[in-house]
């Protein structure tokens, strides 16, 4: 899974490249940053919650006794971050559809 850092960082920056030549665009712009807060809201969730989850359990091969409430948070933050890249996604696509005069 780590490899996929490199698909991760790759969106981040295309993303980015797109908001900073969409500036002069209002409402493009808007959406694509919208996409952008959201892919970077999604690595927070990752970090601060799916990831130290992994750690404590040691990638699910060791059950802690707060297991149950471990499984909750690590599916949370996968709903969340599932959440937050599918607006990334939605708001990303409408910024490229809209067409400013």
């Known amino acids: 899974w780590a490899l996929l850092g490199i698909v991760v960082f790759a969106a981040l920056l295309s993303t980015f490249s797109l908001t900073v ?5 209002r409402r493009p712009f808007i959406l694509s940053l919208t996409a952008l807060l959201c892919l970077v809201g999604t690595q927070v969730v990752f970090w601060a919650f799916t990831y130290p989850t992994n750690q404590l359990t040691k ?7 707060n297991w149950e ?3 909750r948070q690590w599916e949370y933050s996968h709903a969340a971050g599932a959440g937050l890249n599918f607006v990334a996604f939605v708001t ?3 910024s490229l559809l809209i067409h400013e005069e």
């Not at 030549?21 to 665009?25: I, K, P």
């Not at 990638?59 to 006794?65: G, K, S």
């Open 21 to 25: 030549l969409l500036r002069q665009r």
């Open 59 to 65: 990638n699910w091969t060791l059950l802690p006794a």
């Open 69 to 71: 409430g471990l499984r």
């Open 92 to 94: 990303l696509v409408l």
